[in-house]
């Protein structure tokens, strides 16, 4: 069964650092696709990044570029989006998500497995 | 980036109806546009991919259809457990964009 397992929940003061984590099991972590989703409190969804933990490649969104890090560990299968200076619109649930399904030769970009979510709380 | 836009963004509905929610994109993306449901307090779950191929384990009471800049998700009839958030996603370039959301609730 594929799971992809979030860290917990954080509250941190603005200008501190934080790392989470999302670990995958079930299945191949290094061969797919891992993104991160940003939920701020009663809004939509904003892709933030990707990254393929097989060789490290990280695509990001240009509005979070240099606002985050996403980096892997294919070793024990966890991926992680870190913050260097925590603001506190930094407040929201962040998803991780397994990227891409192939079937018949055909590979597809969607996100079919979610994490349970990471709420983090950014409050001086 | 291409920017996607949906349409409503809320409605209220009765169980039994037929939804149709539009989702626009700024540019032509083919087929490349995905749909998810989301409940309150809980992560989002795949509907349909490549605008109109239903996710394993999804009722066929939802339908995708579309290609290019417009997009429709059908619900034939609403049952009560798909009173929720929709979102649309374009996968055909970098960032893979959501559209801002459609709640579905009980009029």
């Known amino acids: 069964e594929v799971q992809l397992v979030q860290s917990g929940a954080e509250v941190k003061k603005p200008g501190e650092s934080l790392k989470i984590s999302c670990k995958g099991s079930g299945y191949s972590f290094a061969s797919y696709w891992i993104g991160w989703v940003r939920q701020m409190p009663g809004k939509g969804l904003e892709w933030m990044g990707i990254?393929?933990?097989?060789?490290?490649?990280?695509r990001y969104s240009p509005s979070f570029q240099g606002q985050v890090t996403i980096s892997a560990d294919k070793s024990i299968s966890t991926a992680y989006l870190q913050w260097s200076s925590l603001k506190a619109s930094d407040t929201a649930m962040y998803y991780c998500?397994?990227?891409?399904?192939?079937?018949?030769?055909?590979?597809?970009?969607?996100?079919?497995?979610w994490g349970q979510g990471t709420l983090v709380t950014v409050s001086s | 980036d291409i920017q996607m836009t949906q349409s409503p963004s809320s409605l209220s509905t009765s169980v039994g109806d037929r939804v149709t929610i539009t989702c626009r994109a700024s540019?032509?993306?083919?087929?490349?546009l995905n749909w998810y449901q989301q409940k309150p307090g809980k992560a989002p779950k795949l509907l349909i991919y490549?605008?109109?191929s239903l996710q394993s384990g999804v009722p066929s009471r939802f339908s995708g259809s579309g290609s290019g800049t417009d997009f429709t998700l059908t619900i034939s009839s609403l049952q009560p457990e798909d009173f929720a958030t929709y979102y649309c996603?374009?996968?055909?370039?970098?960032?893979?964009?959501f559209g801002p959301g459609t709640k579905v609730d009980i009029k």
């Open positions: 996603q374009q996968s055909y370039s970098t960032p893979f964009t």
């Open positions: 540019q032509s993306i083919s087929s490349y």
């Open positions: 490549a605008a109109s």
């Open positions: 990254i393929y933990p097989g060789d490290s490649d990280t």
């Open positions: 998500a397994r990227q891409g399904y192939c079937s018949g030769g055909t590979c597809y970009v969607l996100f079919d497995y």
